[in-house]
């Protein structure tokens, strides 16, 4: 069964602590994403990779790190440095082939991270 | 700046009638502009893919049209269904450099019974 999950889907944690959301996809896909989602507004890329070892800072990238050690995963860590954690966090994949018409990028079910 | 701006914000309408939403993009150079539906608490699954040689695409009851020149984009769903309530995202995609595609709001879309 091929797709991109993350977990978990809810998420609590006290303020100033860090916390690392798991996203993994089985498609074979070399890039991978990760954003915010706020209420009404669109999705924010916080980071992407477009191959093993190596990302890039998106809009958003201050207070969150990353890592990219294997093709399947692509772990996100919110750290206490980021001032408003709370959000819907997505992941996403997408064969990395650029801007073609095929490179569709298919996300994740979300994880919802609340900061108490 | 790239953006991409997208109306309504929120739109109600009666199960069984048909609805457009719109999309106007400034992204330069285009290559190619999706529809994504978003169902609450879900992420976003794709609806159609345009790119500048086509001026419409339908997927089931959703049909989307591009006019690259007004950069102007319109999902039309027919027959609306209680499942169609979701949150709708235009996405467009640059050719020039980073391939990192920009997103809009969306149009929140409520289907009332």
């Known amino acids: 069964d091929g797709g991109i999950t993350q977990s978990p889907k809810y998420l609590f944690r006290k303020e100033g602590q860090n916390v690392t959301l798991s996203c993994e996809q089985n498609?074979?896909?070399?890039?991978m994403y990760w954003y915010r989602q706020d209420p009404g507004q669109g999705l924010r890329l916080i980071y992407y990779s477009q191959i093993v070892n190596d990302f890039q800072k998106g809009d958003i990238a201050e207070g969150y790190s990353v890592s990219r050690e294997k093709k399947e995963s692509f772990p996100l860590t919110v750290t206490s440095a980021q001032k408003n954690p709370t959000a819907f966090y997505l992941c996403a994949s997408s064969t990395g082939q650029g801007a073609r018409s095929t490179d569709t990028q298919y996300f994740g079910p979300g994880t919802r991270l609340t900061v108490l | 700046k790239n953006q991409v701006e997208q109306s309504p914000q929120s739109l109600i309408i009666l199960e069984g009638k048909n609805c457009t939403l719109q999309c106007n993009y400034t992204v330069s150079p285009f290559s190619n502009l999706r529809w994504y539906k978003q169902d609450t608490g879900r992420g976003p699954v794709s609806l159609t893919i345009m790119t500048f040689s086509e001026n419409t695409k339908s997927n089931g009851r959703y049909t989307a049209t591009l006019d690259a020149d007004t950069k102007q984009s319109s999902l039309h769903i027919t027959a609306s269904q209680l499942s169609d309530s979701a949150s709708y995202i235009c996405?467009?995609?640059?050719?020039?450099?980073?391939?990192?595609?920009?997103f809009g709001r969306g149009t929140s879309l409520i289907v009332h019974p």
């Open positions: 498609l074979n896909h070399d890039a």
């Open positions: 996405v467009v995609s640059s050719s020039g450099g980073s391939y990192i595609p920009t």
